[in-house]
């Protein structure tokens, strides 16, 4: 991870891409229930509101191991939530 700057873009890039094809979902299905959804943009922004926070901590010793791990938790927490978007219809 080059640094801090880059994986807070990553962070925003993938979970706003996620929220923006849950609303084209919605957009493309007006007829079905639109709860579902709303629970995964819910999730997202929390995913968002967690990683962030995680970025931000400055108690952390090994920076680089750190960040590699969110990088990690970002890609694993973003497949699932495209998974539950590909599940809602």
Not at 29 to 42: L, R, T, V, W, Y
Not at 57 to 84: M, P, W
Request: hydrophobic share 40%.
């Amino acid at each position: 991870m080059a640094n801090k700057r880059i994986l807070k873009k990553d962070i925003n890039y993938v979970l706003g891409d996620i929220i923006e094809a849950v609303y084209v979902w919605e957009y493309a299905n007006p007829e079905k229930d639109a709860k579902g959804s709303e629970k995964i943009i819910d999730e997202a922004i929390a995913t968002f509101d967690e990683l962030i926070a995680k970025v931000n901590d400055r108690s952390v010793e090994n920076k680089k191991a750190h960040f590699k791990s969110i990088n990690q938790e970002l890609e694993s927490k973003g497949l699932a939530l495209i998974e539950k978007i590909n599940k809602l219809g």
